[in-house]
């Protein structure tokens, strides 16, 4: 058994004759190879088997190669199926333009020269196998940073949450009893009561620190109140961390979204953000989220700087020096049935999500 | 009469420095302890708390839920939220469940003077139903 799948290659003819010299020619490439005796039959292979290559006679009764060739490619499934005409008749420059305008790979005359013919089938069928592959890999890779994602926000939560149940009440603590310590003062010296003052300044600050870093990892809201405080509370961070001007505007009306829906777009938001930051410049930047359709979220981030880089004269969105940012953001949409949107200029980037939701977004009353 | 407190955390390390910060009022004692909503809620039922310190973040409902169940039945109980989370996002949530009033873990040194300022002038009656002699109900 060789390590390489098989492939279908279909052969459709009127003529039992040809299919078998067709068979004898194609046998050596050790493929599967079926036989149709007409167009009709042609369909019913097609329609339940995965075929590589369709090899089909021009002229037969009933159904012809053209009108068959024209039913396969309005179907999306067969888009991909190499078409080979063979013909005694119609061999006119115009008959050739015809079979190519109808996605035909190749127009070959009788006699048919068998190395020749075995060589082009040979051809497709490695390309069908290759993109066959391609698409495999593809679909693995893609659920793979699926699943890597959502551990990665999983992961996220966990240290989120045991940062605010272990140091978290550790610093609460450690405030009240300086609390209370510090109702005290007027027994103690000027000394202490002064390193009681700095102690309180420590807690404070290691408190806002640990707060930071939670809140970057998980916010706390999100899961709790929802998105909308979440993205205020971080766009408010945020701004005092970076010195960036913040606007936010959320629709009310959103309310509350499923949980992956609320986490992807928060992470979509946080990574906008970061690349304002990082990247472009901008003092300022807009946080816009409303409905644009009955079940369609547009989340819109805009700064005013400098824009993003140009290979080509095309945005370098899916460049590798960007890091994992849009790549990451398209993968978390593609998950939700949404798609990304880009517009970069000299004057400043936009990127707009448009994110599909179950429920109806409706006014509150 | 003395203010009865149920204090609500899911951490025991924060309950006990709140004890310790609330016992230092003579006038003020602790009747019950939970360290979750469901706890808390059943206790409150039990118990008829003058005040309620309540966590935000605990496993189960979170405290603005609790909160809003709490003051659903007894809204003249003042609830104080105590949160690693405190924003005025939170606080608002927070009004809306009946939540009077929203401390930071992270500065809890106005949480004493918040609560004098909740139980009104001085001398005055507490403003809770229920007088029951409260024990140490502890749950959690």
């Given at each position: 058994m060789r390590e390489q799948e098989k492939v279908n290659i279909l052969m459709v003819d009127d003529q039992p004759g040809k299919l078998l010299t067709y068979e004898a020619i194609l046998n050596e490439l050790d493929e599967n190879l079926i036989k149709a005796r007409s167009g009709k039959e042609a369909l019913d292979h097609l329609l339940r088997t995965d075929i590589a290559v369709v090899l089909m006679d021009v002229s037969m009764p009933e159904l012809?190669?053209?009108?068959?060739?024209?039913?396969?490619?309005?179907?999306?499934?067969?888009?991909?199926?190499?078409?080979?005409?063979?013909?005694?008749?119609?061999?006119?420059?115009l008959d050739r333009?015809?079979?190519y305008q109808r996605g035909a790979v190749d127009y070959i005359s009788v006699p048919v020269v068998p190395e020749l013919l075995r060589a082009k089938v040979r051809v497709f069928a490695d390309l069908h196998r290759k993109t066959q592959q391609l698409e495999t890999l593809n679909r693995d890779l893609r659920s793979l940073s699926a699943r890597l994602l959502a551990m990665q926000d999983e992961e996220r939560r966990r240290i989120a949450r045991d940062l605010h149940d272990s140091i978290g009440p550790l610093i609460a603590?450690?405030?009240m009893n300086n609390g209370m310590l510090a109702q005290q003062t007027k027994k103690l010296g000027p000394e202490v009561?002064?390193?009681?003052?700095?102690?309180?300044?420590?807690?404070?600050?290691?408190?806002?620190?640990?707060r930071t870093i939670s809140h970057l990892l998980h916010p706390p809201l999100l899961d709790e109140i929802g998105l909308l405080p979440a993205i205020k509370m971080f766009a408010e961070g945020f701004a005092e961390r970076s010195s960036v001007k913040v606007d936010v505007e959320l629709s009310p009306?959103?309310?509350r979204l499923p949980p992956n829906v609320e986490i992807s777009v928060f992470r979509i938001v946080q990574e906008c953000l970061t690349n304002v930051y990082r990247h472009s410049g901008s003092k300022t930047a807009s946080i816009k989220i409303a409905p644009s359709q009955e079940k369609l979220l547009t989340v819109q981030v805009r700064d005013e700087g400098k824009g993003m880089p140009r290979t080509n004269g095309v945005p370098a969105s899916a460049a590798s020096n960007h890091g994992v940012g849009l790549s990451g953001m398209r993968e978390r949409l593609r998950e939700l049935g949404g798609t990304l949107e880009i517009k970069s200029s000299e004057n400043g980037t936009t990127v707009i999500a448009a994110v599909p939701v179950a429920k109806p977004m409706v006014k509150n009353v | 009469m003395r203010t009865r407190f149920l204090i609500v955390d899911d951490s025991e390390l924060v309950r006990k420095s709140l004890r310790t910060v609330l016992q230092a009022n003579p006038d003020?004692?602790?009747?019950?302890?939970?360290?979750?909503?469901?706890?808390?809620?059943?206790?409150?039922?039990?118990?008829?708390?003058?005040?309620?310190?309540?966590?935000f973040q605990m496993p189960g409902i979170n405290g603005i839920e609790t909160a809003r169940r709490m003051s659903a039945v007894a809204p003249a109980v003042p609830i104080v939220l105590f949160t690693q989370h405190a924003s005025p996002d939170l606080e608002r949530h927070a009004r809306e469940a009946g939540i009077r009033s929203v401390v930071s873990k992270t500065n809890a040194f106005p949480m004493v003077g918040m609560i004098e300022a909740l139980l009104g002038p001085a001398g005055s009656e507490p403003a809770a139903e229920g007088s029951a002699d409260c024990g140490k109900g502890q749950t959690g």
């Open positions: 012809d190669g053209f009108q068959l060739a024209d039913m396969i490619r309005q179907h999306p499934r067969f888009q991909k199926i190499a078409i080979i005409f063979i013909s005694a008749v119609h061999l006119t420059d333009l015809n079979a603590a450690l405030s009561a002064d390193v009681l003052q700095q102690n309180n300044q420590l807690v404070e600050q290691l408190s806002k620190d640990i009306e959103i309310g | 003020w004692e602790i009747c019950g302890e939970a360290a979750d909503g469901e706890a808390a809620l059943k206790l409150f039922s039990e118990l008829h708390p003058n005040v309620v310190i309540l966590d």
